[in-house]
């Protein structure tokens, strides 16, 4: 059985992880396709390039506060969750007629019950969320930045077993049995990481070259789920609750370096997580998983020119989530122009070049009001009608 839903799983990864190609949410970022390492501004740096404080120190010596961003995406072309709440009106109604020894109403029941699990066959839906937020201090010898960021995604799938189909299609409406749980399910597995620490960055010049290295410190708590029901019972709200849920609370580290060799054309290269982590899940019916926290390593090119910046990322190495399953690689492009003092368009594209994923676009905007308020938003959408979107707020002293 066990490796019958983990063939499904794998099925199931490009929903899966349509939208973790960077593990955290920040709008500007977001909307460039998920580049940041060379293109971060003082909002976001934290989250992706600490080196970059120390860059942006030169131009902007203003302090930024992050609070909050937010980030939903989702996919669910199969109506998953909208058929579960519809087989559980048929199990009821047919449990009811049961009970009453209706047969009339057994036979209507049981074909609509028959109904709503071959809909169910091989279904699957995607949800994500996180917030963040970060206060960048901009002393000149060390720029620094205190920031929290908490990224969650989950994958539910249905698991329909022929055995109740054939059941309820040979079921005697005169003369029914009690009514038993299904051997169908719903399940729901997903992981979440947070972390809480604080970005250094230090200046530096090698023969009038800006150069920022960043180090990153950071306590964190990663979270796992393995939420598994009947059908009849299943509750997507019910995923985190602490029976299903396991988690652990560890040190990491994160780094970063980069460099200007021109005016406007920076280089970036970061590392995160760079303590791999593992942590399994809850068993539940005989199965558990493993997911992981493994360092990220990213490179990324930005060039601002005037109203615009064009820039790139691609990820150095694979990125796995549950160990059972396959992995992504990330390749990020983005731009954004400045149309006034006051508004900023971006578009962006992200592809995994392991073909784990679907290929994700975005679109966003920022808008400044006075001096000191920002807001943005973004845009995401991909295959599978997967939608998602990110705003935030910041403030500029």
């Not at 990663?222 to 019972?233: E, H, Q, R």
């Amino acid at each position: 059985m066990k490796l019958h839903k983990l063939a499904l799983l794998c099925t199931l990864v490009p929903s899966f992880f349509a939208y973790s190609g960077q593990e955290y949410y920040e709008a500007r970022s977001d909307a460039m396709g998920g580049a940041g390492v060379a293109s971060s501004n003082n909002e976001g740096a934290a989250f992706v390039n600490p080196a970059l404080l120390g860059l942006n120190a030169h131009k902007d010596n203003s302090a930024v506060l992050l609070m909050p961003v937010l980030g939903v995406d989702m996919a669910d072309s199969d109506n998953m969750i909208d058929k579960f709440d519809s087989l559980i009106d048929s199990y009821d109604g047919l449990a009811a007629a049961i009970d009453a020894g209706n047969s009339t109403d057994i036979d209507v029941y049981r074909d609509d019950l028959i109904l709503d699990l071959e809909s169910l066959k091989a279904t699957s839906a995607y949800a994500s969320a996180g917030l963040g937020f970060s206060v960048a201090i901009p002393y000149q010898r060390m720029p620094m930045a205190i920031f929290y960021k908490s990224y969650v995604n989950a994958v539910g799938i249905a698991n329909i077993t022929q055995s109740d189909i054939d059941t309820l299609a040979n079921l005697d409406i005169n003369n029914p049995p009690a009514v038993s749980d299904l051997a169908s399910s719903g399940q729901i597995i997903g992981g979440a990481v947070s972390d809480l620490g604080i970005a250094f960055s230090l200046p530096l010049s090698v023969v009038n070259i800006p150069i920022s290295i960043g180090i990153s410190p950071k306590f964190q708590r990663i979270d796992t789920y393995n939420y598994i029901a009947s059908a009849n019972n299943f509750d997507a709200s019910d995923f985190d609750d602490a029976k299903y849920r396991n988690d652990k609370t560890n040190f990491n580290i994160d780094v970063g370096v980069a460099i200007e060799p021109i005016d406007g054309l920076v280089f970036g290269l970061s590392g995160r997580n760079l303590i791999s982590q593992d942590l399994e899940t809850v068993e539940v019916q005989g199965e558990s998983y493993t997911y992981s926290v493994e360092p990220l390593v990213t490179a990324g090119v930005a060039y601002d020119w005037r109203m615009l910046t064009v820039t790139t990322d691609v990820d150095l190495i694979e990125n796995k989530k549950f160990k059972e399953l396959d992995g992504t690689q990330y390749w990020r492009l983005g731009g954004e122009v400045r149309a006034f003092d006051w508004m900023s368009l971006r578009v962006g594209y992200r592809h995994d070049m392991k073909d784990s994923t679907a290929n994700i676009y975005s679109i966003g905007s920022g808008f400044t009001f006075g001096e000191s308020f920002f807001l943005d938003f973004t845009g995401m959408f991909g295959s599978d009608e997967a939608i998602g979107g990110v705003v935030q707020t910041s403030y500029h002293f």
